[in-house]
C-alpha cells in the first residue's frame, strides 16, 4: 500500500516538474519573441547561475529546479514593455 502511494507521488512530482517546465519555456519563448535580440540570453544566464551556485558546494543539485527556473526568468519584467522602448534606435539592445 505504502509502495503504491509512494509512486502516486512520485509520478505526481513528475508531472508538476513537467509542466513548470514546459510553462518557465513558454514565457522565455515570448520574451524571445518580443525581443529577439536576447534569443538564447535566459538560458545562458541560468547555465552560469548555475555553474557559480554549484561550486559554492552549498547547495545540492537536486534542491536548485527553483532557483535554475528563477535565473530563466530573470528578464520577465520585458514583456510588459512596450516595443517603441525595448528597441528604440540607440537603445542597449542594438548593435
Same mark, same amino acid.
Given at each position: 500500500?505504502?509502495?503504491?502511494?509512494?509512486?502516486?507521488?512520485?509520478?505526481?512530482?513528475?508531472?508538476?516538474?513537467?509542466?513548470?517546465?514546459?510553462?518557465?519555456?513558454?514565457?522565455?519563448?515570448?520574451?524571445?519573441?518580443?525581443?529577439?535580440?536576447?534569443?538564447?540570453?535566459?538560458?545562458?544566464?541560468?547555465? #552560469?547561475?548555475?555553474?557559480?551556485?554549484?561550486?559554492?558546494?552549498?547547495?545540492?543539485?537536486?534542491?536548485?529546479?527553483?532557483? #535554475?527556473?528563477?535565473?530563466?526568468?530573470?528578464?520577465?519584467?520585458?514583456?510588459?514593455?512596450?516595443?517603441?522602448?525595448?528597441?528604440?534606435?540607440?537603445?542597449?539592445?542594438?548593435?
Amino acid at each position: 500500500m505504502l509502495s503504491r502511494f509512494l509512486g502516486y507521488v512520485s509520478a505526481f512530482k513528475s508531472s508538476y516538474d513537467n509542466q513548470m517546465e514546459g510553462l518557465v519555456k513558454g514565457v522565455i519563448a515570448t520574451l524571445e519573441l518580443k525581443d529577439p535580440y536576447t534569443r538564447g540570453h535566459s538560458e545562458r544566464v541560468a547555465g #552560469y547561475a548555475m555553474l557559480l551556485v554549484k561550486a559554492t558546494g552549498e547547495y545540492k543539485t537536486e534542491d536548485l529546479k527553483p532557483f #535554475y527556473y528563477a535565473c530563466l526568468l530573470h528578464d520577465i519584467g520585458k514583456i510588459n514593455i512596450p516595443d517603441a522602448i525595448l528597441s528604440k534606435p540607440g537603445g542597449a539592445n542594438q548593435t
